[in-house]
């Protein structure tokens, strides 16, 4: 934990940003969950977040499946076009957690910088 600077976490997955990175991944994130471990920028994790929501919206589960909260139908696209996650709803529902809730950490995070920024100790 030493080299990370950790953003957010649930049961599924862990957002850090890694303290010693080359200049140009600086201020990426990483994304770590199940197998899969994405470094994305900012923009790349909204466009992300995009996608899940696209996912969740356009998908319904079959109709005389048992099975569709564990069964890995739903393909969620991620940033890079050439790789796609198949999840179950169960996973999604937990991967959107952690894009929002590091989505939502980042922005706060900013925020309270701007507001203290000139700030006297």
Not at 27 to 45: A, H, M, P, S, W
Request: aromatic letters at 8%; proline letters at 4%; a negative charge.
């Amino acid at each position: 934990m030493e080299d990370i600077n950790p953003i957010y976490h649930n049961p599924f997955g862990v957002a850090f940003q890694w303290k010693r990175n080359t200049i140009k991944d600086v201020r990426k994130i990483q994304i770590v969950f199940r197998d899969t471990g994405l470094l994305l920028t900012r923009n790349e994790l909204e466009k992300f977040q995009k996608n899940i929501e696209y996912t969740m919206s356009s998908n319904t589960p079959c109709v005389d499946c048992n099975q569709h909260d564990t069964c890995r139908s739903l393909l969620l696209d991620t940033p890079a076009p050439q790789i796609t996650l198949a999840m179950n709803l169960k996973e999604l529902n937990a991967v959107q957690d952690l894009v929002e809730g590091t989505l939502f950490q980042l922005n706060l995070d900013s925020y309270l910088d701007k507001m203290c920024d000139g700030q006297d100790d």
